[in-house]
Structures are given as C-alpha cells and as structure tokens.
C-alpha cells in the first residue's frame, strides 16, 4: 500500500453477502493462479554521492509534513485490528517510513531493518519500489527513496538514509494491475546509503529483525505500518492513522482465498486489519517477543481482503521468491 487511501477499488460479490477486495494501495490488482519465480531485478536508485546528496536535499522537511493526513478531533480506540504501537523498543527503531517519488508524485510505505551482511538493508513491498500507473501501463522504478527508521511526528531519532539500490523480482516488472499472479511477488528490498555520520542502519538503529523462509501462515501474528488513512471511521485522524506514528494489527492470520471470479495465488496471509494507504511494505511477524520486539519477518503488507471483516494480506515469504532477493540485496 503506498500512501494513498483505499477508495474506488474495484470489487466483485461472490454470493450474496462476501465482497473479494484486492488492491495494492497504488492500484487495483487481481489475478490468475500459478507462475515460475522470475529471476532478480536490481535497479540503482542513487548511487552516486551527487545523487545521495540529492535525494537527501529533495525531502526538505515541508515535502515531508506534506504526506501528513490532517489529524481529526476524534476519540482514541486501541483495538487488535489497528492500534498504536506502545511495546518494546526494539520495534520501533527497526520500522520505519520509507518515503518516495512513484510516478511524478510523492508517497510513502514502510519498511523493516533486517539482520543482513552489509547491514544496510531493508524490506518492503514491491509496489513501494516498482509500479505502473494506476491504469497497469508505464512500468517506472520508484525515484527519491528514502528511509527514517523509528519515524515519528517528523523526527528522525537515527538519521535518514537514502537508497542505493532498489531489489525486486522481474517477475514484478510484468505487473499489468490486473492479474492476480503478480500478488505473490509483490515484496521488496532496499539497499541503504550510510547515515550523515557514516553508520549502517543495522548500526544507527542497534538492532536488527530476523527473516524467515516458508513458514506456515496460520499462526498469531503482528503487522505494522505507517498508515495514512484507516478503513474505521473511528480511527480515521488519530496520529498513528496520519501517516506519523507506528500502528499495528495482531491476531491469527488467515489466508485469502480465491474464487472462479476473483482468482488469487495461494500464499497470501494477514489478520483483522483497518490500516490503510502507507502501511503497504510493512512488516508481518509470525513470531514476534513482545517483551524485546525482536521478532521473524514472514512477509509483508500488500492489500487489502474483505471476506465480511477488512484483513490486511501479503505474500508470504518463501525459498524460491524470497530467499534470492534478500541474497541478492544483503551481499551489495
């Protein structure tokens, strides 16, 4: 989900009261069944120190208060499917806003610090750094990709950091906005720059969260994210629906199941969840400590999936899409 708010999706009904929503905050996908994992996209961003340097002078701080949603006089509600974020630490540092220019337009997503060998990479969704436009045409690689790890209400307590190269599968590339099969590639990673003073971000933020290959996705999980909008009218304005503090989603996942009308590839996983636009890229914990906020990664946030109930789903992350990514980005 980029930064804009789930609206004008497209929708099918499949009996008379079950809704099949799929959409990456950036647009409408749906999909047909299997595909062969494609081989590994790599696009330098910024590599440069010039092109460092600009990517840095372009999110000024008014460019970014700019992808604030207005915040609304509205009553606190915490509940499992979208809450502020208010445990450990550990959490905090390693998730953060990952901000970026998609099509001419500014936007953001989030995403997670991983234990890596460089120490400088991240994960997140593939729409946040590859897309189309909103019609499936004009492939373009997402430009000005920044990224503040423990984001909050502007501040970036570790630095900010730019990123050197963007890591996605080519099967992604391929990506029409209308078939469902490109779901299961929608994820990502990022290949940071140092901070200003030179430090990793695995070093800047102190800790590091583990990945995790073919893990099974009915389980208790947690998801977080940066959203800028929220599907509860509730929640709609509260500061962690804005788009500047941590929110996150827990319960036990369940899979999105595909219909003769809305096909979907197997392996997309979330729990109850109202986070919208900005919560794309996000992590999905199937085992996170709550008592240190270290935790494995089992994949990301995509779109959205409303059976009855809005859930947040995403692929789930596998040996033979994921695990040549991430080798890919932690050995750049």
Not at 156 to 164: C, D, E, H, Q, T
Not at 234 to 258: F, K, N
């Given at each position: 989900?980029?930064?804009?708010p789930?609206?004008?999706?497209?929708?099918?009904?499949?009996?008379?009261?079950?809704v099949?929503?799929?959409?990456?905050?950036?647009?409408?996908?749906?999909?047909?069944?299997?595909?062969?994992?494609g081989?590994v996209?790599?696009?330098?961003?910024?590599?440069?120190?010039?092109?460092r340097?600009?990517?840095?002078a372009?999110?000024?701080?008014?460019?970014?208060?700019?992808?604030?949603?207005p915040?609304?006089q509205?009553?606190?509600?915490?509940?499992?499917?979208?809450?502020?974020w208010?445990?450990?630490?550990?959490?905090?540092r390693?998730?953060?806003?990952?901000?970026?220019?998609?099509?001419?337009?500014?936007?953001?997503c989030?995403?997670t610090?991983?234990?890596s060998?460089?120490?400088?990479t991240?994960?997140?969704?593939?729409?946040?750094?590859?897309?189309?436009?909103l019609?499936?045409?004009?492939?373009?690689?997402?430009?000005?990709?920044?990224?503040?790890?423990?984001?909050?209400?502007?501040?970036?307590?570790y630095?900010?950091f730019?990123?050197r190269?963007?890591?996605?599968?080519?099967t992604?590339?391929?990506?029409?906005?209308?078939?469902?099969?490109?779901?299961?590639?929608?994820?990502?990673?990022?290949?940071?720059?140092p901070?200003s003073?030179?430090?990793?971000v695995?070093?800047?933020?102190?800790?590091a969260?583990?990945?995790?290959y073919?893990?099974?996705?009915?389980?208790?999980?947690?998801?977080?994210?940066?959203?800028?909008?929220?599907?509860?009218?509730a929640?709609?304005g509260l500061?962690?629906?804005t788009?500047?503090?941590?929110?996150y989603?827990?319960?036990?996942?369940?899979?999105?199941?595909?219909?003769?009308?809305?096909?979907?590839?197997?392996?997309?996983w979330?729990?109850?969840?109202?986070m919208?636009?900005?919560?794309?890229?996000?992590?999905r914990?199937?085992?996170?400590?709550?008592?240190?906020?270290?935790?494995?990664?089992?994949?990301?946030n995509?779109?959205?999936?409303?059976?009855?109930?809005?859930?947040?789903v995403g692929?789930?992350?596998?040996?033979?899409?994921?695990?040549?990514l991430?080798?890919?980005?932690?050995?750049?």
């Amino acid at each position: 989900m980029t930064s804009k708010p789930i609206s004008g999706r497209r929708s099918r009904v499949a009996g008379a009261v079950t809704v099949l929503v799929t959409a990456t905050l950036a647009g409408i996908v749906q999909l047909p069944a299997t595909a062969d994992p494609g081989p590994v996209a790599i696009h330098g961003v910024a590599v440069t120190a010039a092109e460092r340097q600009a990517v840095l002078a372009y999110w000024t701080p008014q460019r970014i208060a700019d992808l604030k949603t207005p915040s609304a006089q509205v009553r606190p509600v915490a509940k499992p499917d979208g809450a502020p974020w208010t445990g450990a630490e550990a959490v905090s540092r390693t998730v953060g806003r990952l901000f970026f220019t998609d099509h001419g337009e500014d936007a953001s997503c989030t995403a997670t610090v991983l234990d890596s060998a460089n120490r400088s990479t991240v994960v997140t969704a593939a729409h946040c750094v590859n897309n189309t436009d909103l019609i499936g045409e004009d492939n373009q690689w997402s430009r000005n990709v920044l990224f503040i790890p423990g984001y909050r209400d502007g501040r970036a307590p570790y630095g900010r950091f730019v990123g050197r190269l963007s890591v996605a599968p080519s099967t992604w590339l391929l990506n029409d906005q209308i078939e469902s099969l490109y779901d299961s590639y929608d994820q990502a990673f990022v290949v940071l720059h140092p901070n200003s003073d030179g430090r990793p971000v695995q070093d800047a933020v102190g800790a590091a969260q583990r990945i995790g290959y073919d893990v099974p996705g009915a389980r208790v999980v947690h998801q977080f994210g940066y959203p800028r909008a929220s599907s509860d009218e509730a929640r709609e304005g509260l500061p962690e629906y804005t788009g500047e503090r941590l929110a996150y989603c827990a319960g036990r996942a369940v899979e999105q199941q595909a219909t003769e009308e809305w096909p979907e590839p197997p392996g997309q996983w979330g729990t109850e969840c109202v986070m919208g636009g900005g919560a794309s890229g996000g992590p999905r914990f199937g085992a996170l400590d709550r008592r240190t906020g270290l935790g494995t990664v089992v994949g990301d946030n995509s779109h959205g999936y409303l059976p009855e109930k809005r859930y947040l789903v995403g692929p789930q992350f596998s040996t033979a899409i994921t695990r040549p990514l991430f080798e890919r980005a932690q050995h750049s």
